[in-house]
């Protein structure tokens, strides 16, 4: 069936370090991808998307590639800081279907 | 920026109680949805809801949950008998307006069942 699997946590980096979070994902069709945010206390926040192959979404210095050939959709950011951490679900959903969410990913970025 | 609401924020309710949690989706939105997530872990999907009538729902929605949008504005869930492993983040969420169909979520509402 379908799914996404992401990376496990957390990651912990020093602020300024480059972050990666993989994700992939097993679908049928063509589903649009999404990265969540969940800030400590906080409810779900899109952080960017991406609705078809080759598509980069990117907010707030974050980025993510909709790979088709490697069915993955990771989650980079150059420099990251102390108020990126928070909670990184990686999700897809076919169109106007339910949103599938991964596991999770805790990310602590320490000063 | 239009967003979805719920209400209450936090709910604290005794086992064998029955709680209606509260959305008021986007107002051009047509699909509306609740997930829940337990403390610490995923965020589950547990039902979908259009045309007035429910679309999809996951083997966590039993017979002790249902949905209903009793006017135009409301999207509830109601949970007949709590029990306490319903202690949960109740996300509500809705979709279908123009532009693309991405999710939108309310900011939660946190049940806990003593």
């Known amino acids: 069936g379908n799914s996404v699997t992401q990376m496990e946590g957390p990651v912990t980096l020093s602020e300024e370090a480059f972050l990666t979070i993989n994700c992939t994902y097993t679908?049928?069709?063509?589903?649009?991808l999404f990265w969540y945010v969940q800030y400590p206390g906080e409810g779900l926040q899109l952080l960017l998307k991406?609705?078809?192959?080759?598509d980069k979404g990117s907010n707030k210095g974050f980025e993510a590639t909709y790979r088709k050939e490697t069915t993955s959709f990771h989650l980079e950011k150059g420099s990251v800081q102390v108020s990126d951490s928070a909670v990184y679900f990686c999700a897809y959903s076919g169109g106007y279907q339910k949103v599938t969410f991964g596991t999770g990913t805790k990310l602590q970025v320490i000063p | 920026e239009p967003e979805v609401t719920q209400t209450p924020s936090h709910q604290v309710t005794q086992m064998g109680q029955e709680v209606i949690l509260r959305c008021v989706p986007i107002s051009n939105h047509l699909y509306f949805y609740w997930y829940r997530q337990i403390l610490g872990q995923k965020v589950e999907f547990l039902v979908s809801f259009y045309n007035n009538e429910i679309s999809e729902k996951s083997e966590i929605f039993d017979d002790q949950f249902s949905v209903e949008r009793p006017d135009g504005s409301n999207f509830t869930l109601k949970i007949r008998s709590t029990k306490l492993e319903d202690s949960a983040m109740y996300f509500c969420?809705?979709?279908?307006?123009?532009?693309?169909?991405?999710?939108?979520f309310g900011q939660g509402t946190r049940l806990t069942v003593v």
């Open positions: 969420a809705s979709s279908g307006g123009s532009g693309w169909a991405e999710a939108f």
């Open positions: 679908a049928t069709g063509y589903p649009s």
């Open positions: 991406a609705t078809k192959a080759d």
